[in-house]
């Protein structure tokens, strides 16, 4: 015997049950539900919406891919400039100053 109890039992059946009944709902509706889909997918591509959420994506990823490109370019000539590596030398020991004196 279970060491489950009897209600969990039953519960366990129910669902089953409903689960063995809906599988077999959405077979018999196959056919209807392909239709449906296809409907769907033909007018989403055929009135732009794919276009554009392609476009959309495209100018996402492009965006990113811009900025990692600066990022990248800025961290290199920061870390080989002279003038930017001072610049900030100095900032850096303002800010060390300005902190003893208080």
Do not use: C, F
């Amino acid at each position: 015997m279970s060491n489950q109890p009897p209600n969990m039992v039953r519960l366990q059946l129910d669902v089953e049950s409903m689960r063995h009944s809906v599988v077999h709902a959405l077979i018999d509706h196959q056919g209807e539900i392909q239709k449906q889909v296809e409907a769907e997918v033909t007018t989403l591509v055929t009135n732009g919406h794919l276009e554009n959420k392609i476009k959309e994506s495209v100018r996402r990823h492009l965006d990113t891919t811009i900025d990692e490109a600066v990022k990248h370019a800025m961290s290199s000539w920061t870390r080989e400039s002279p003038t930017v590596k001072k610049a900030i030398q100095n900032a850096v020991t303002d800010a060390l100053w300005q902190t003893e004196k208080k």
